[in-house]
């Protein structure tokens, strides 16, 4: 084999131990055979909340451990094929067996990434909020923006979206909006993303051409399941029902089906629109304030994570997480990690990994103590 690709192999090698390290090999085989036998057990589903949660767990571990055989697997094939090229002085197929080994490694990097989501949420479902800060039709852009940057983001990794509640802006974009994300580990990668995120570009909407800078914040909670007991007194609890907004149908726009709930103790508000009744609403709304506040909670145990003021902050100067500089210069740039881009489109169409890897390590090394590099 060529330098090049022995290279290469030797570092998925590594890798790969590095997950069945993580995973506890052995352990981690014998748990999925039992979580196997759980969920063949009829009786299992006699609590819906339990086999949920079970059939959860189960997917999650027999995904990692999937992921590793396939990879090893793959890796073999590809030295197989690389040897077999070599010896037949075949260039096109030693290009192959690079291009197969190449797509593993990036496999095998998101994987490492993924064994580190431990924390006890993270596997879960995620809401995603959005609020465009002050600045008028400026920022309702740019939150329009950012729904569409983590919407394209979810949905090439095979999430679901579904957007739960959304006030459009007066002109443009949209003034806040909260989306449903579905999916293995959604919120364990996009809690990371809640904060300030700023935006830098010559304004569309100035006759003048002016540069402008524009706020709009991001807030993540887990979906809490039947597992996960969070007990409100429905007296600090404020209803509203309203009439929505924005897309809907003609249903939706002609009855008060909206509902808006406020914890009171917290000043923590949720809206949900996207049912057809304003009892759907209110049950999704219900859950939506369950998650904000196990959020709050998570953020309290956590010593190292960011404090919930930062998150609360005034949408403005000062508080961003993250910058996208689109004149005089591109570059999108993490003020946490330092880890920046110049591929500004590609970071709006929702390529994120980057920002996401090096926030979750560096979360993940602060929680345990560790000294983390930038």
């Avoid at 953020?299 to 689109?326: C, F, M, N, P």
């Avoid at 003020?335 to 990994?353: A, I, M, N």
Wanted: proline share 2%; glycine share 8%.
């Amino acid at each position: 084999m060529r330098l090049d690709v022995e290279a290469m192999s030797a570092d998925i090698e590594q890798s790969l131990a590095l997950l069945r390290r993580r995973l506890d090999w052995e352990p981690a085989l014998r748990k999925l055979d039992e979580l196997n036998a759980r969920v063949e057990d009829p009786t299992l589903w006699d609590n819906p909340d339990e086999a949920q949660a079970v059939s959860r767990e189960r997917a999650r571990l027999e995904g990692q451990i999937n992921g590793v055989k396939q990879m090893q697997t793959g890796l073999e094939e590809a030295v197989m094929l690389s040897e077999m090229a070599d010896e037949e002085g075949d260039e096109a197929a030693l290009e192959d067996a690079r291009a197969q080994l190449r797509s593993i490694k990036e496999r095998a990097a998101r994987a490492e990434l993924e064994a580190l989501l431990s924390g006890e949420a993270d596997g879960n479902d995620a809401y995603l909020e959005v609020n465009a800060g002050a600045g008028g039709t400026e920022s309702c852009d740019w939150a329009g923006m950012l729904l569409r940057m983590y919407t394209r983001w979810a949905k090439a990794h095979g999430y679901e979206v579904e957007i739960e509640a959304e006030e459009d802006g007066d002109q443009a974009g949209i003034k806040s909006a909260t989306i449903l994300v579905t999916g293995p580990n959604a919120y364990g990668w996009l809690k990371s993303e809640s904060g300030v995120h700023r935006l830098v570009r010559i304004s569309p909407y100035d006759a003048a051409a002016k540069r402008h800078t524009s706020f709009a914040s991001v807030g993540v909670s887990p979906v809490v399941d039947g597992t996960i007991e969070i007990d409100i007194n429905p007296a600090d609890v404020r209803t509203d029902t309203y009439r929505a907004s924005g897309s809907g149908g003609q249903h939706v726009n002609k009855t008060d089906s909206a509902v808006r709930l406020t914890h009171i103790p917290t000043n923590t508000v949720v809206a949900c629109q996207a049912g057809r009744s304003q009892h759907q609403n209110r049950e999704q709304a219900w859950k939506m304030l369950r998650a904000r506040l196990y959020e709050l909670e998570l953020q309290r145990r956590e010593a190292a994570a960011q404090a919930l003021a930062d998150a609360k902050t005034d949408i403005g100067w000062g508080h961003q997480i993250r910058s996208y500089v689109l004149q005089p210069y591109q570059m999108v740039k993490d003020l946490r990690t330092e880890v920046e881009t110049s591929d500004t489109q590609g970071v709006l169409d929702g390529d994120l990994d980057a920002f996401m890897g090096a926030a979750l390590a560096q979360r993940v090394g602060a929680t345990r103590g560790e000294t983390v590099e930038e």
